[in-house]
């Protein structure tokens, strides 16, 4: 399987139910829904054709609602206009846009004369020359071709939005009324928007959802730390930040977000711009490939596409182009390399830290083929992908929701598995759930990884680590005493037991018709083929 995941953003050229089927067949884990473009209502009809689709595929498909934020855009316009090197033009809140004079969603009258604005992602610059009231006069230092409802950054001025704008809030609406399984949060500054964006999560009957704050500003990079202890993911939102910061700074700044994500758990998305040609060409550059590579050899959990998958000419063929990149790198021996090298330590005071390492080496060490987790909530999961395995990560869990959620982790494959009222039966179902979807077969050696079932809450069920030897049941049957065993079958025809081997499993056929001789004790078992719980072999059984 793949380690790293693959987020698509869904726009006109993909947002039909079979092309978001066949997206998911090329490699897309997670649908990505843009909040500021298109309609509330148009991503309430996407996300459920989203869930059908998950409803009819084998592997999970999530859904993240990506907010607005405190965002300035250009004014919506039907046709692109030209913004010509050395013209002057006048920046206000209006909803058109001239050559002259471009319409805002926002006053940016906060700027001052020497000020740099930077329109679509930094393709357009302009130089502030002075402000008359909600007005902005500036100078084009560098002109091009403007389109609709483009970006618009101030690097280093403070712009008087608010953090939560009524766009956004209609859309926590949606992302609380549909379950959503992410909401990203655009422009965060700090620990504190991400917790008031939880605030209002909650208050819609929400808290359960992830949120995903996206790094979009030189502050929001010296702040990381308390954003990544904050979040429940990351996301490196390489547009914005590439115009808020300098430019020569945002591939370092990439792998310190990376890094520090990984070190604490958090997933962490890598965005924007990663095939960007593949919006009109069938091949992607040179560039953006080595691009794709060096996230995912910096441990990213996943990559993003936007317009290559919302408007581009072949979204299932940029997917399939960009799975097969990062297979490429994953099967390289750079990549088991760089993995082995940077393994976390666990936190001091965490046993499921302690032990999803431990899962790591072992199953390393003893040549196990999967590690299975048990995770209800998916925080075991999460924690052992965190340490980066050379096996995959098989998380069962008895919420769909979790399930979904955990499409987004690096290195896991989440299953459902049934719950139980015991730990050994719960472990079992793990095991068997990791049987019938492929993610082990039988006679493999797995290590099994269980965190903290709540429901067991006062008995020793938090943070099992065991070796197990997965097995297919072949036959089932009713037992005449208690307890477990597990030994070498041998065929018996006439009851003698000098034959068999010490320590064996006796197998009866249905003719089976005398009396055992020998040394019972010798034997592990009896396996009887013939109907009914009265035969002569459940008295030496007893």
Not at 82 to 94: H, K, L, P, Q
Not at 259 to 278: F, H, K, Y
Not at 369 to 391: Q, W
Request: include cysteine.
């Amino acid at each position: 399987m793949r380690n790293a995941k693959i987020v698509c953003t869904i726009g006109p050229a993909s947002d039909d139910r079979d092309t978001i089927r066949d997206l998911a067949a090329a490699g897309m884990s997670v649908v990505r829904l843009n909040a500021s473009h298109g309609t509330t209502d148009h991503r309430e009809t996407v996300i459920e054709r989203a869930r059908a689709v998950d409803a009819e595929i084998d592997e999970p498909l999530a859904v993240m609602v990506d907010l607005k934020g405190p965002e300035v855009r250009t004014a919506e316009i039907d046709e692109p206009i030209a913004i010509a090197e050395g013209s002057t033009v006048t920046f206000a809140e209006a909803d058109d846009a001239t050559p002259e004079r471009i319409g805002l969603t926002h006053s940016i009258a906060a700027a001052g004369p020497g000020d740099t604005v930077l329109l679509d992602d930094g393709r357009i610059e302009c130089r502030v020359d002075g402000v008359d009231g909600d007005s902005v006069t500036a100078t084009v230092v560098s002109g091009g071709e403007l389109g609709s409802r483009m970006g618009v950054n101030l690097p280093g001025v403070a712009i008087d939005v608010d953090l939560i704008t009524p766009e956004d809030e209609a859309e926590l609406d949606l992302a609380a009324r549909t379950d959503a399984d992410f909401v990203a949060a655009s422009f965060v500054r700090d620990a504190d928007d991400v917790y008031t964006i939880a605030d209002e999560l909650e208050a819609r009957g929400g808290d359960d959802i992830p949120i995903v704050a996206k790094i979009e500003r030189a502050g929001a990079v010296e702040n990381l730390e308390g954003i990544v202890d904050a979040a429940d993911g990351v996301m490196v939102a390489r547009g914005d930040l590439g115009v808020e910061c300098p430019l020569e700074d945002v591939p370092v700044i990439q792998k310190r977000i990376i890094r520090t994500c990984v070190n604490e758990g958090v997933p962490v998305i890598t965005a924007t711009e990663m095939l960007d040609s593949m919006v009109a060409s069938r091949r992607p550059t040179r560039a953006e490939a080595s691009d794709v590579a060096n996230a995912v050899l910096d441990g990213t959990d996943a990559v993003m596409l936007s317009g290559e998958t919302a408007i581009g000419d072949d979204p299932v063929n940029v997917v399939e182009t960009m799975d097969r990149i990062v297979r490429q790198v994953e099967g390289s021996d750079e990549y088991a390399e760089t993995r082995e090298q940077r393994v976390p330590t666990a936190d001091e005071g965490s046993r499921t830290e302690a032990l999803a390492r431990s899962a790591r080496y072992l199953a390393r060490d003893i040549g196990a083929s999967t590690i299975v987790a048990v995770s209800e909530s998916g925080f075991t999961a999460r924690k052992t992908a965190m340490f980066r395995p050379g096996v995959p990560v098989v998380a069962t869990t008895p919420d769909d929701r979790v399930r979904r959620q955990l499409a987004l982790s690096w290195g896991v494959r989440p299953v459902l598995s049934e719950y139980a009222h015991d730990m050994e039966t719960i472990l079992d179902n793990a095991v068997d759930a990791a049987l019938d979807t492929g993610g082990a077969e039988s006679g493999d050696t797995l290590v099994v990884l269980s965190g903290m079932l709540t429901e067991f809450e006062g008995t020793n069920t938090t943070n099992t680590l065991k070796v197990h030897v997965a097995a297919e049941t072949l036959v089932t049957g009713k037992a005449v005493v208690t307890g477990h065993t597990a030994a070498p079958v041998y065929r018996l025809t006439d009851g003698a037991l000098d034959e068999v081997p010490s320590g064996s499993i006796v197998a009866l056929g249905p003719g089976f018709e005398g009396e055992f001789t020998g040394d019972l004790d010798a034997i592990a078992g009896i396996i009887d083929a013939r109907e009914g719980m009265t035969g002569y072999p459940v008295i030496p059984s007893r």
